[in-house]
């Protein structure tokens, strides 16, 4: 039975010009998925719990990542060739938020500044003594339980879809 004769001169070329924009695609497709997570408010990967609401005063509902995009919007592809895709989250406390973590901030005066602020606008009684508090406490670090909000890591479901577009670029039809 006689097959389909490929012309490998094209079909070469068809695989290199593949191979070339593999990474970069695969990296920026990376990245898009883990910043799904902060739509979600969950890892995206199938059966990842969703995230801990913040304690943080602002109004329920408001989870990590939905106030200023800061950490959301610091994600960058590191590195894309053929040996390595990295994508990376560049906010200092980006790794605390995803593995989860204990921090210990200073007291500073503006932090105190900012706590009387907040104590003069706040409009529960609950609201203006926790602000109160934070403003004339002796302590000079706090010490923050952050839960863990895993955004970025290993996910089956980012690994189907980069499996969908290598399969569907290599598919070759010359």
């Known amino acids: 039975m006689p097959g389909k004769q490929v012309n490998m001169n094209h079909f070469g070329a068809h695989l290199r010009k593949t191979l070339d924009k593999a990474p970069r695609v695969i990296g920026v497709m990376a990245l898009n998925h883990f910043k799904e997570s902060f739509k979600m408010q969950q890892f995206n990967n199938p059966g990842s719990p969703r995230w ?75 609201e203006k003594e926790k602000w109160k508090g934070l403003a004339l406490t002796k302590k000079t670090r706090l010490t923050i339980k952050i839960p863990k909000r895993q955004f970025v890591g290993p996910s089956r479901s980012l690994n189907v879809k980069v499996n969908a577009w290598l399969s569907s670029n290599l598919d070759y039809r010359g």
């Open 52 to 126: 801990e609401p913040t304690k943080s005063g602002k109004s329920s509902g408001i989870l990590i990542g939905k106030q200023s995009g800061a950490l959301r919007n610091s994600g960058q592809v590191l590195q894309a060739d053929l040996k390595l895709i990295r994508v990376g989250f560049l906010r200092p406390y980006a790794n605390t938020h995803n593995r989860g973590g204990v921090v210990h901030p200073r007291v500073t005066p503006q932090m105190r500044k900012f706590a009387w602020a907040k104590h003069y606008s706040a409009r529960t009684n609950d």
